[in-house]
Every structure is written in structure tokens, then in C-alpha cells.
């Protein structure tokens, strides 16, 4: 695999921790530690845009049609018109930072997760349908596959809820630390995870088996996302080092690191695509990268 960095964009002044993709326009949007909102064009390049400013660190971000969705420090889920770049609403989520923020497609439900333990269930208007308390602990990711909701947890478990009731159907706990990042293949119907314990695991979601584990990083994983194709997976660390595997095999096609490919030099919270050769990525280095992969 040959791997070319297009664009290193520059300009928050803080760790950059969260990313949103707009595919059909090309459009990524960055979020970290300044508060900072800022739009970058991500095949074009060249200066970014501010779109917002909240007043604390955003710690998650979500594209909602033509609405972006954050998650800050102290629990609040900020609703931002694109169109006007304007903040429309500012709800008390959680009691303390929000990790993770999702949009059901199809039923058209909005999930958020946090420090204090809940997942929390939205509908278009922001308001509340469902909170239920998973854990005592954290709740980091969220991953929505058919009929369940899956949700890491600080507590080394995988929570699995069925859709409709919220019920839990099932627990996964074959990591031995913290689980942060979750990922879906519809075409081989796995469940992919990774934390603190550097593995990655992939699970059965018909039975909700283990199938596989191997050591995903040397430090932290941090995220996991397919490409829209499903060929191909990143998988972020706090190692500083992208990893792409084959996503039918699982095997390690790269490593994309600073030592290689000039890439980040602190910890990558999280890589998206923007298309399926396409990846962006955002570090504790403040910087936000676009990278070819062929």
C-alpha cells in the first residue's frame, strides 16, 4: 500500500480530540481543547474556516444533516446551524463530558454517552426519549448495528442493548481495560473493538462471540473506522501511528507514523474517511492530516 500525505492543516491552538466528515462536499470539520470549531476543505486544501467558538473543550462531534451536533468537557450537547454558524442550542446532557454523540439514520434518534455513566437518547427536536445508566464508570463509544446498540465502557465491558426496548441483551467483557472505540462491518456482520488494553478484538454479532484478538497498537487505541466501502479499516492510537488493515482478513496493509510518512508526533484521537481511499486524521499535536492510500 502506498500512502501519500495531501494536507497538514494547522491553527487551533489546543489537542485536537474530535472530527466530523461532510463526504458530499469534501468537507471536514475539527474540534479540540480551544473550543474551536473549524471547516477544512479536505481534497482541497489550503486555509480553514471558523465555523463556532463554545466556551470549554469539545470531546465529540456529529454530523446531523445541517445541524453539527458537539459534546464539551462539562456535559453539554451543543446543536450548530451550518448554514448561518450559529449555535441554536446548548442542552445539559450529562453531568460531566460527552464522549461520544451518534445519529440513528433510521429511526432518526440522536445517542449521546459520557463521564456520568448514561446513554442518553434524543429525538430531531433534542428532546430526551430514554436515559438509562449502564455503568458506574464512563461510557466512551457508541455503535449502532442492526436491531442493537453497542456502548464501550470505562468498566472493560461491551454493552449490548436491543433498539427498541433499550434492554440489555448481552455483555461483552473480554477486554481488561478501559474500551474507547467501536466499529461495525455490515458485510461480515463483526463488531470490532479497542481501548486501553492496546488489543483489538473482533466479535460474532450474531451470537456476540469472540472470533479474534490480536495487539492492535503499542499504547492506546483510540478509534476504529471503516471505510464506505468496507475494505479497509484505520484503527487510531495514542502510539502516534495509524494502522490499515484489509477488513476481510484483518491483515496489516500500513502503518502510517512520523518516522515513515512525516505524520503526527503526540497521540491520533481519531481518523475518518472521506472517501474509500481517502483518510483524515486529528492528534494531540493540534494538527489535522489527509492522507491517500493506493
Known amino acids: 500500500m502506498i500512502v501519500r500525505k495531501l494536507h497538514e492543516f494547522s491553527g487551533h491552538k489546543d489537542c485536537l480530540y474530535t472530527a466530523a466528515m461532510n463526504a458530499s462536499e469534501q468537507k471536514c470539520f475539527t474540534a479540540g481543547g480551544d473550543g474551536m470549531v473549524v471547516a477544512w476543505d479536505g481534497l482541497q486544501g489550503g486555509d480553514g474556516a471558523m465555523i463556532v467558538r463554545v466556551g470549554t473543550a469539545v470531546y465529540s462531534m456529529c454530523l446531523n444533516q445541517t445541524k453539527l451536533l458537539l459534546g464539551n468537557r462539562t456535559g453539554n450537547l451543543f446543536v450548530i446551524d451550518l448554514i448561518t454558524k450559529t449555535e441554536v442550542r446548548n442542552i445539559e446532557a450529562h453531568t460531566q463530558g460527552v464522549f461520544d454523540i451518534i445519529v440513528d439514520e433510521e429511526k432518526q434518534w440522536i445517542y449521546t454517552c459520557g463521564f456520568d455513566g448514561f446513554l442518553n437518547v434524543w429525538d430531531q427536536e433534542y428532546k430526551l426519549l430514554t436515559r438509562k445508566m449502564l455503568s458506574s464508570k464512563s461510557l466512551r463509544s457508541i455503535c449502532l448495528f442492526p436491531h442493537c446498540i453497542a456502548v464501550a465502557s470505562s468498566d472493560f465491558t461491551i454493552y449490548i442493548l436491543e433498539k427498541e426496548t433499550f434492554n440489555i441483551i448481552a455483555t461483552l467483557k473480554h477486554h481488561t481495560n478501559s474500551v474507547f472505540a467501536l466499529a461495525y462491518n455490515p458485510l461480515k456482520n463483526e463488531l470490532l473493538s479497542g481501548g486501553r488494553d492496546c488489543f483489538l478484538k473482533i466479535w460474532d454479532t450474531n451470537n456476540f462471540e469472540l472470533k479474534q484478538e490480536y495487539v492492535g497498537a503499542t499504547l492506546h ?70 492522507w491517500s492510500l493506493e
Open 221 to 290: 487505541i483510540n478509534h476504529i473506522s471503516f471505510n464506505p466501502d468496507f475494505t479497509l479499516y484505520a484503527v487510531s492510537s495514542m502510539d502516534k501511528t495509524i494502522k490499515v488493515f484489509d477488513a476481510q482478513t484483518h491483515q496489516a496493509l500500513k502503518f502510517i507514523s512520523k518516522e515513515s510518512d512525516n505524520g503526527h508526533t503526540s497521540s491520533i484521537n481519531k481518523s475518518s474517511w472521506l472517501n474509500k481511499n481517502t483518510l483524515f486524521s486529528v492528534s494531540d499535536d493540534k494538527k489535522a492530516m489527509v
